[in-house]
């Protein structure tokens, strides 16, 4: 198990300098003799810059000049200086300065003053003497990447920090410091303070823009002061995105913001400077009302989680010093920007918001400074780049969560995961809980669908009456040995209809309730066939056989010289209806199609030739009946109770 690093709490020099404003500076020690400097922290260039004292502070300058600018070094009185000639500084290019500004590089040992120890040396580190009036103070750079000059591949002050094991990650915290509340910077490298930090759950992914890197998304700016109402500085939805850069002590908006912010604050714009200036009067009215405002960040434009870091009028309050101008001035530290990629929130809006960056995560957050001031509580990050078991050599007990310092990071006691597998796991869980309460609903839906289908009877379909199988069993008469009219049986009905003639309704199919009619078969049997032999019949009167106690008609049809008998089942009177409705019935018998509607036609079947020889055969009647949702058989008759009646008695016996 290998032991981590603490982090490294840098030490303020206590003083504040610049002549654009009053700024926290750090000490760092550069050559050997070491020299102390006093510099500010940048964000974005990754190298040690220190003010080249011999190049400007000569017998012609002020005589502060060496103290007002840091405590300038002079690259020729240190033994260990590696000169690699002047280069270009080409920093901060985007707004249009130091754009021909120079520096000689070279290499030597830049030493860091840490908060209650020694300091940590760091040999051949890139060393900037700068030879310009642009940068007033020299800086102690944080960036990661490597410095770009020459054919130089020597690792940025940070990476050695990190290659030599005096910090356990690629990572920092800083606020600028407020000197109108005598607060100090705050620089933490490998980790951050977690006293100066208030909470929030926002955290922002690192630009793969390679010198800036720290981009937001500036959603709203609002002013409001105690005699004015809140005023958005900033339309609806116009929001963009901006850099974050301590170098420069200037917020750059567009110019429209910029008019907003004159208005409400009493500003007024000096061309030639390009600066806004403020007078006496103005300057107190905004001290007294407490006017401040409000920046809205988040990772996008337009929704999202968002984070408020609120700067009081005295965060803008700044004073331009000689050489800078004559006379010196308070001013407004926003500039207009006249291109997207000079949108930068500078080093004043720093004094009131912390930031920290972890590039082994590739996150970063931005908290409000909390100003309550709490005891210092140092807490590490870890590198997700580093190999092995770890454990951090820091003290402290807290871990780097967003609910309780606003960044995603894995700190010192983290279980390892990054915040996008912690994102992943948490997507996965939640599609898998969507999927598994859907099954359910699914299963519930299908189990009472099938609960309620099964609950309503099905009604049977009529079969097809052509299919050779079970003709004889759909109660179709075949009559004669050539076509005739068949005649259906009288079958069931519903239960409420009236017995109009055109259908009769039996007790056995009477039913309730609005379902189909279900199927009845009644018991029967086979029905004997006599065969008659008598002489050629007297076509005019062709006697009926009636069978008084089944009620059914046999007709004699011709068939060469023989007479065929067949049967047709009448329904007789039932005792409950009149001679009139027994007459109705008849009638539906001897015409069917034009009183049942619901019968089904019948096939036309040529009934069985008598066997030759045979003196008395037996009378078999075909199966006949009705069909609807079922089949019914007939009784059987019985050939003994047959006898010989005339038309006319046939038509009495119904009256």
């Not at 597998?421 to 519930?444: D, E, M, Q, R, Y």
């Not at 279900?518 to 076509?539: C, F, K, N, T, Y």
């Not at 509607?597 to 066997?611: I, K, V």
Request: charged share 15%; proline share 8%; glycine share 8%.
């Amino acid at each position: 198990m290998s032991v981590l690093p603490a982090p490294l709490l840098v030490e303020p020099s206590g003083a504040f300098d610049g002549v654009d404003g009053s700024w926290s500076s750090f000490t760092i020690r550069i050559g050997n003799p070491p020299s102390n400097s006093r510099v500010l922290v940048s964000t974005l260039i990754p190298e040690t810059w220190v003010v080249n004292g011999p190049y400007y502070c000569n017998e012609n300058s002020a005589s502060n000049c060496t103290i007002t600018r840091g405590i300038t070094f002079a690259p020729a009185t240190s033994l260990t200086w590696d000169d690699q000639s002047t280069f270009t500084l080409g920093v901060d290019e985007n707004l249009g300065i130091g754009s021909n500004d120079a520096g000689d590089y070279g290499y030597d040992t830049v030493g860091i003053q840490i908060t209650g120890g020694t300091p940590i040396l760091l040999d051949h580190q890139v060393v900037v003497a700068i030879d310009t009036t642009d940068f007033w103070l020299g800086y102690l750079g944080l960036a990661p990447r490597t410095p770009q000059f020459s054919n130089s591949s020597q690792p940025s002050l940070l990476q050695s920090l990190k290659n030599q094991k005096s910090i356990p990650s690629l990572s920092y915290g800083f606020t600028a410091g407020a000197s109108y509340r005598n607060q100090t910077g705050s620089l933490t490298l490998g980790g951050y303070d977690a006293s100066m930090v208030v909470p929030n759950d926002v955290s922002f992914s690192l630009s793969q823009i390679d010198t800036h890197d720290i981009v937001v998304g500036l959603q709203s700016i609002t002013f409001s002061s105690s005699n004015a109402a809140e005023t958005s500085l900033l339309s609806y939805g116009a929001g963009f995105q901006t850099f974050i850069d301590s170098t420069l002590p200037n917020i750059w908006l567009p110019e429209n913001v910029c008019t907003a912010f004159a208005q409400a604050f009493g500003l007024q714009y000096q061309p030639l400077q390009l600066r806004y200036t403020i007078n006496d009067t103005m300057r107190a009215t905004n001290m007294q009302t407490n006017a401040s405002v409000t920046f809205q960040l988040a990772n996008f434009v337009t929704g999202g989680l968002s984070v408020n870091i609120t700067l009081p009028y005295r965060s803008f309050d700044l004073t331009l010093s000689p050489p800078i101008v004559d006379n010196s001035t308070q001013y407004f530290p926003i500039r207009q920007a006249t291109a997207t990629q000079q949108y930068t929130l500078g080093r004043a809006f720093l004094q009131e918001a912390y930031l920290t960056v972890d590039y082994g995560n590739q996150n970063f957050s931005v908290s409000q400074v909390d100003t309550s001031g709490k005891p210092s509580h140092i807490v590490a990050i870890s590198d997700t780049n580093s190999t092995g078991s770890t454990t951090p050599a820091s003290t402290s007990s807290a871990s780097a969560t967003p609910s309780s310092t606003g960044v995603i990071t894995v700190s010192s006691q983290s279980s390892g995961l990054s915040s996008s597998a912690i994102a992943g796991i948490a997507i996965g869980i939640v599609a898998i809980a969507i999927l598994a309460a859907s099954a359910v609903i699914f299963v519930i839906w299908r189990n009472r669908r099938r609960r309620r289908l099964a609950a309503q009877p099905r009604a049977e379909l009529p079969a097809d009456p052509k299919s050779p199988t079970d003709r004889g069993e759909r109660g179709y008469f075949p009559v004669g040995n050539y076509p005739q009219k068949q005649v259906p049986m009288v079958g069931v009905s519903r239960k409420g209809d009236e017995l109009d003639g055109r259908a009769v309704s039996s007790p056995l199919t009477q039913h309730s309730g609005p379902n189909p009619i279900p199927m009845v078969e009644l018991s029967g049997s086979a029905i004997e066939r006599a065969e008659l032999h008598s002489p050629e019949p007297d076509r005019s009167r062709s006697p009926t056989l009636v069978n008084q106690n089944r009620g059914s008609m046999i007709t004699p049809t011709p068939d060469h010289g023989r007479e065929i008998w067949t049967t047709t089942r009448l329904e007789m009177p039932s005792p409950g209806l009149s001679s009139r409705d027994s007459i109705a019935a008849a009638d539906h018998l001897a015409n069917p199609a034009a009183h049942s509607p619901q019968m089904l036609p019948s096939p036309q079947t040529e009934a069985p030739s008598p066997r030759a020889g045979s003196s008395t055969s037996a009378f078999q009647s075909p199966t006949i009946g009705y069909t609807r949702f079922g089949m019914t058989t007939p009784p059987p008759i019985s050939p003994d109770s047959h006898q010989v009646v005339t038309p006319e008695q046939e038509r009495e016996s119904f009256l």
